[in-house]
C-alpha cells in the first residue's frame, strides 16, 4: 500500500489526485502504524520545514518515518518533503530535522525573487531510475524559499539554477526527493511519480 | 533559469466561463474543465480561475470546477474573486486550488493576507491590485482602486506602491498588478506602473491588464520586470495560442518552458 502522510499542513490533495490519475491505489494517514506497513511512502508538502517538523513529532511519525527510511523502503519526499530529510533548517530559527541526509536547509539568497516560484530546470546530474524517460534540463514547478544543502553530494542526483545552482532532487537508496512538485509539473511531472512507483515495485 | 510564466486567466460566472471563448477544437468553450484542459495543452503554466459572481451560492460552484480542473491537470491553479475569510480560502485550496487571490477584501483587512499566510504559507496567499494612474501627478503615483467588479470601482486613498510594500510584509507572496487604465483596452500594460512594483518588493510580481499582442507580454517582462503575466481576451478571443506567444518570446531571448504535452 502507499501511505501519503498527512500532517496536517500539506496539500495532499494534488499528489492524491495525480496517484488517482495514474491509477495507483493509496491511502492517506497520519498513523505511525501505516507508515511502518507501508509498501512506499510519500511525505508532501507545502509551508515551512519548522512547522512540518513539528507536526511529525506531535503525531509521533518521526521515529516511524527515519525507521522506515533506515530499512531502505520506498520513500517519496516533496519540497518540505525534501528539505525535513537534512540535519537541520534555518526556517523558523534554527530547528532540527530528521537528519537522514546530513546537511543544512538555508534561505534563498538575496537577489532573487522569494519564493523561487515557477518553472524551472533539473539538470540530470546522474542515471536514476526516477528519471527514466525525462529529458536532460526538463522544466518542473518549484515553489519555495528555501534550499537543501548537503554536506556532500553523494544524494544530489540533480540541481537547479536560481541565483545559485542548488540540490533540487535528492536519491539514496530507495528514497528519492524532490524540491519542485511533481504533481504540479503537467505530463513529465507524472512521469516522475509513475518512474518512482515502478522503482517501488507499486502496480498500477 | 528560472522561466517566465504565461498564465491565462478564465472568468467563471456560475460555473460557466464568460467572455467571447471560441475555439473551433472545443465541443462546449463555457466549460471551465475543457477550457483548462485545453489551454494546459497549449503549453499554460498557471491557470486562473476568477469567479465574477461570487454569491456565496455559486462558491460551491466554483468549489466543483476546481475540485474537476484540479483531478485532471496538473499545473497550478490560482482561484480568485470574493473571497472575504480564511475559510473561503480553505474552501478553495481544500478542493484543489494552490493558491488563492484576494483583492478588496485585503484592502478592508489587511490582517486577511497576514492569517491566510500564517495557515496556508505566503506561497497561497496572492494580492490582486487594481491601480490607476493618478492624473497630473509628478512622480507619477498609482491609486488603490477597491472594489472594480462594478462601476469602475472605488478609489482607496492608497498609493499603489505602499500597498504592495505592506502587502508583502504582511505575508503575500505574489502580487497581480493589474491595470484600469490599461485593462480591457488591447494596447499594453502599464509597463511603469508594473517596474515600480516589481523593483519595490522582493515577491514575484505577475503583469495584467492590457494584453493585445505578443509583443505587450514581451514588453512586460522585460521593461515591466514582470516574472509572469497574465492575460485573458489575447488567448480567448484566439488571436494568438498560448504556444505563439511563448515563440515569439523565446525567438526574443525571454526564459519560457516550451516542451508542454505529453511524454
Redesign the interface.
Known amino acids: 500500500m502507499i501511505i501519503v502522510i498527512d500532517y496536517g499542513a500539506g496539500?495532499l490533495?494534488?499528489v492524491v489526485?495525480?496517484l488517482?490519475?495514474l491509477g495507483y491505489s493509496h491511502r492517506v494517514s497520519q498513523k505511525p502504524a501505516d507508515v511502518l506497513s507501508a509498501n512506499t511512502v510519500i511525505l508532501p508538502g507545502?509551508?515551512?520545514a519548522g512547522d512540518t517538523m513539528k507536526s511529525l513529532e506531535k503525531l509521533a511519525l518521526t521515529k516511524p518515518i527515519k525507521q522506515y527510511i533506515a530499512e531502505n523502503r520506498p520513500f517519496l519526499g516533496i519540497c518540505i518533503g525534501l528539505q525535513v530529510l537534512l540535519s537541520t533548517t534555518k526556517e523558523g530559527g534554527e530547528q532540527k530535522c530528521l537528519g537522514i541526509i546530513p546537511g543544512r536547509v538555508r534561505r534563498l539568497s538575496e537577489g532573487v525573487?522569494?519564493?523561487?516560484?515557477?518553472?524551472?530546470?533539473v539538470k540530470q546530474l546522474k542515471n536514476h531510475p526516477v528519471f527514466a524517460?525525462?529529458?536532460d534540463n526538463?522544466?518542473f514547478?518549484?515553489?519555495?524559499?528555501y534550499y537543501a544543502v548537503p554536506e556532500n553530494n553523494v544524494a544530489v542526483i540533480g540541481t537547479t539554477?536560481?541565483g545559485i545552482s542548488f540540490c533540487s532532487v535528492l536519491a539514496q537508496g530507495k528514497l528519492v526527493a524532490t524540491q519542485f512538485h511533481p504533481?504540479?509539473?503537467?505530463?513529465?511531472?507524472?512521469?516522475l511519480y509513475d518512474n518512482f512507483m515502478k522503482m517501488a515495485g507499486e502496480k498500477r | 533559469m528560472l522561466t517566465k510564466r504565461i498564465i491565462p486567466c478564465l472568468d467563471v460566472k456560475a460555473g460557466r466561463v464568460v467572455k467571447g471563448v471560441k475555439f473551433r477544437d472545443l465541443r462546449d468553450a463555457g466549460d471551465p474543465v475543457e477550457l483548462a484542459g485545453f489551454y494546459n495543452e497549449q503549453g499554460a503554466d498557471e491557470l486562473v480561475f476568477y469567479d465574477i459572481t461570487a454569491s456565496s451560492d455559486n462558491r460551491s460552484i466554483m468549489r466543483e470546477v476546481v475540485e474537476h480542473t484540479a483531478s485532471q491537470i496538473f499545473i497550478p491553479l490560482t482561484v480568485g474573486g470574493g473571497l472575504r475569510t480564511v475559510e473561503d480560502m480553505h474552501s478553495m485550496l481544500q478542493v484543489g486550488a494552490d493558491k488563492v487571490s484576494i483583492n478588496t477584501a485585503a484592502v478592508l483587512n489587511p490582517r486577511l493576507i497576514t492569517e491566510g499566510a500564517r495557515r496556508f504559507g505566503s506561497q497561497c496567499i496572492v494580492l490582486g491590485m487594481d491601480a490607476k494612474r493618478v492624473i497630473g501627478s509628478t512622480p507619477l503615483r498609482w491609486e488603490v482602486f477597491t472594489h472594480t467588479g462594478a462601476d469602475g470601482g472605488r478609489g482607496t486613498g492608497r498609493d499603489a506602491i505602499e500597498w504592495a510594500h505592506q502587502a508583502v510584509e504582511l505575508g503575500a507572496g505574489e502580487i497581480v498588478v493589474n491595470s484600469i487604465d490599461a485593462d480591457g483596452t488591447q494596447t499594453g500594460y502599464d509597463i511603469e506602473l508594473l517596474s515600480a512594483i516589481s523593483e519595490s518588493v522582493t515577491v514575484p510580481v505577475v503583469a495584467s491588464g492590457g494584453a493585445g499582442t505578443p509583443d505587450d507580454l514581451f514588453q512586460a517582462l522585460t521593461a515591466g520586470k514582470a516574472d509572469a503575466v497574465l492575460a485573458a481576451s489575447i488567448f480567448h478571443y484566439g488571436t494568438y495560442s498560448i504556444k505563439d506567444v511563448k515563440k515569439f518570446l523565446a525567438n526574443r531571448g525571454i526564459p519560457v518552458r516550451l516542451e508542454a504535452g505529453k511524454p
Open positions: 496539500n490533495r494534488s489526485n495525480a488517482t490519475l507545502v509551508g515551512a525573487k522569494i519564493p523561487h516560484m515557477g518553472w524551472n530546470q524517460g525525462i529529458p526538463t522544466n514547478y518549484f515553489v519555495h524559499s539554477d536560481y504533481e504540479k509539473s503537467g505530463e513529465w511531472g507524472l512521469k
